[in-house]
Structure formats: structure tokens, C-alpha cells
């Protein structure tokens, strides 16, 4: 796409963020209520939830430059909506086109970007958050297909979705040798869902164990098979992507509101950007909100339509990720009490920071992965 190709589809997903979305917001936070499934079929109508799959199964085959610019622009606004764009564009259904079979990219892309469909992903249990390969959940082979048994915690849109890319111990290989990833469909018996979990931010976007009970699933179900573990997280490299940029959503936005509330709120009977005190800490904020777009435009850049550079990735998300905390608790501290008020809204901004911060590797984590992809070496955190 060209440069004005990017900015009118920018454009557009700001304009759509305005008019149909922001109103939705406030009672989708409050209720705890996700986005209507007839919403979701909207973004699909307009093209939103297929702009970096291939156009073969109805998307643009676009970079994901493109999408990540609509997720943005609705992430300002509303992140249960610009969470369907994320899953859809960033999310599983990327493992599905990267390393699933022709027919299996027919049967589930198409449906996922028309919005009909959504695709969950499904790697963290009780015992097995950040070391991701102590996981327990296993798929015994049948005659006919895999028998799966386990449990999957912290699931994002864990009972609302259709399909769950379930992450997995195909063979009795230790570590990350034996995992791979299958396809489990809404309906299939013994799939069942735990109670909503109450968080303190996600609030518009479901989330809910995932449970797994003697479920059979098909060989044709296989994504990818035992072994190829560092494939799949290959791929979770874009989901990473789409991460960084829901966190850097937040920062600009509470930016912007505090650049426009600081001009026109008085004390001591003049705007409060006339103290100096909030000066830096405004240019604080400018300072990190711009860095941490620098650098997930350079990884997003180096994605292309193909994968992201894992270092690149991981230096943008740890970025944006703490990034969008700073932000969001400077911008409460100058607008005063309002900032502790739903009605400015950056209370929910700043609750929805920290869910960012930990989904997809925490700041932590990706500490730890910049410094084994920056001399190519794994680190045992065991000893």
C-alpha cells in the first residue's frame, strides 16, 4: 500500500472508532459485556478483520503495518472492539495461515474474516504461564485422531469464541519437544469453559479457563505437530505485534486527552501548562509514547507480510508495554481527582495497561528474550 493507502485506512478506522464504538465503550467496561457479535460482523464488512491474510480466503493480503494501524485507532477508543481486529489480523489465526495446510486455511480463514467466526488462542495453564513448555495438557493419538485432556487458564475470549488453537503435548518428547497445536471447535464434547473471570481491566473482552475432558479431535485438526514449537512461537511474534500496539493505543490516547486537558484546566488562575512541573512531565510522556512507536514501527516494518524480527518484537513490546503504565499514571496525576474518575476515562485506560503488560510475555519475560536474541543463546531460568 501506499503512503496515502495508509492513511486513508487509518483515517477510516479513526472515523468508525468515533461514530459507532466510543459510544459502546463506557457500557462494555461497565457491564463486562463483550462486543456484539453482529459489531464483529461489521468490522468484517468492512474489510478490518482480513487486511493482512490473503486475499484467496476474502483478506487484502496486506502488510500488517496496515492492521496494526486500525487496531490503534480503535484501541483508543474501545479495545473490545479493536480485540476482534487483533485476534483476527495478529492473533491465532496467523498460525492457521503460516503453518496449517491449504485446507485447513478453506475451512477456518474465510469465516474468521467475515467476522462469522473467532479463533481464540489457548497456551497458558495454572502451572505453566511464562514457562509456556511445562504444560500438561496432552493429545493422546487414536486411530482417527487425538484424544486431548488438560486445562487452559487466562484464555482471552475463553468461551466466547468459536475455535480455540489449543496448544499441546502431542508425543511423550520432554520440554518444548512433544508440543504442538490443534484446533478444538465450540460444541465438541467435553470442551466446557470455567466461570468468567472478573479482571481489573479486559473488562469489555471475555476471559475464562478452558477445559479439556476426554475431548476427540480429528487428525485433519492438527496445525502443527509435535516438535515445531519454535515455529509456533515464530508466529506469536506478530501476535506480539498486535500487543504492543493495543499499549501504545493507550499511551497516545491518554496523551492526547492530558495535551488538551492541560491547556484548558486553571489553578492559581492560570492553565496548568504553565507551571513547569507539568511542562516535563508532558514532554515525559511525548519522550515515551514516541519511542515506543519507533520501535514498533520498525518491527512492524521488518514484518512485512511475512514474520516479524523476534528482537525487534520483543524490544517494542517490553516498550509499549511499560510505556502505557508510565503514561496513563502521569496523565491521572495531572488531571488531579478527575483522573481518578470514570468519567475522564483514564482510569480504565491505565486498568487496561497492566492487562497488556502481561498478556503475550511480560516486561520481565521479554527482558529476558532481548537478551537471548541478542546473542543467540537460551537461558535455563530452572537453576
Request: glycine share 10%; with cysteine; proline share 5%.
Amino acid at each position: 500500500m501506499t503512503v496515502d493507502q495508509n492513511r486513508e485506512i487509518r483515517e477510516l478506522a479513526a472515523r468508525v472508532a468515533a461514530e459507532v464504538y466510543a459510544p459502546m465503550a463506557d457500557e462494555l467496561d461497565v457491564h463486562r459485556r463483550p462486543l456484539p457479535a453482529e459489531e464483529r460482523r461489521r468490522l468484517g464488512e468492512l474489510g478490518f478483520l482480513g487486511i493482512a491474510l490473503p486475499e484467496r480466503f476474502g483478506g487484502a493480503g496486506a502488510p500488517v503495518s496496515q492492521a496494526l494501524a486500525v487496531i490503534e485507532e480503535l484501541a483508543k477508543v474501545c479495545r473490545p472492539a479493536a480485540f476482534q481486529v487483533f485476534e483476527s489480523n495478529t492473533g491465532p489465526a496467523q498460525v492457521v495461515n503460516h503453518l496449517g495446510t491449504e485446507e485447513q486455511r478453506e475451512r477456518w480463514l474465510p469465516a474468521i474474516v467475515s467476522g462469522e467466526k473467532t479463533m481464540a488462542v489457548a497456551i497458558s495453564e495454572p502451572d505453566a504461564g511464562s514457562a509456556a513448555t511445562d504444560m500438561r495438557t496432552v493429545a493422546k493419538p487414536t486411530d482417527d485422531g487425538y484424544v486431548v485432556n488438560g486445562a487452559k487458564r487466562w484464555i482471552s475470549n475463553g468461551g466466547e469464541a468459536d475455535l480455540y488453537l489449543v496448544y499441546t503435548r502431542l508425543s511423550d518428547a520432554p520440554g518444548s519437544k512433544g508440543i504442538g497445536a490443534v484446533v478444538v471447535e465450540k460444541g465438541m464434547p467435553g470442551l466446557s469453559f470455567g466461570a468468567p473471570e472478573r479482571l481489573m481491566g479486559f473488562r469489555g473482552i471475555p476471559s475464562a479457563d478452558v477445559i479439556l475432558d476426554n475431548v476427540v479431535v480429528p487428525k485433519d485438526h492438527v496445525v502443527v505437530p509435535a516438535g515445531s514449537f519454535g515455529k509456533l512461537f515464530g508466529v506469536f511474534s506478530i501476535e506480539r505485534l498486535g500487543n504492543s500496539t493495543m499499549s501504545l493505543a493507550i499511551a497516545q490516547e491518554a496523551l492526547d486527552r492530558t495535551v488538551k486537558y492541560v491547556q484548558e484546566r486553571e489553578q492559581f488562575g492560570k492553565p496548568l501548562i504553565e507551571f513547569q512541573s507539568v511542562q516535563t512531565t508532558l514532554a515525559d510522556m511525548v519522550l515515551q509514547v514516541e519511542a515506543a512507536r519507533s520501535l514498533l514501527d520498525k518491527a512492524a516494518a521488518g514484518a512485512g507480510t511475512g514474520l516479524p524480527n523476534p528482537l525487534q518484537v520483543s524490544l517494542a513490546k517490553c516498550t509499549a508495554n511499560e510505556t502505557a503504565k508510565r503514561v496513563t499514571d502521569l496523565a491521572m496525576q495531572l488531571h488531579g481527582g478527575n483522573g481518578y474518575t470514570e468519567e475522564y476515562g483514564l482510569e480504565r485506560l491505565h486498568r487496561d495497561a497492566h492487562g497488556w503488560a502481561i498478556a503475550g510475555g511480560t516486561p520481565t519475560m521479554q527482558r529476558i528474550r532481548i537478551v537471548s536474541e541478542l546473542l543467540n543463546r537460551r537461558f535455563d531460568q530452572r537453576g
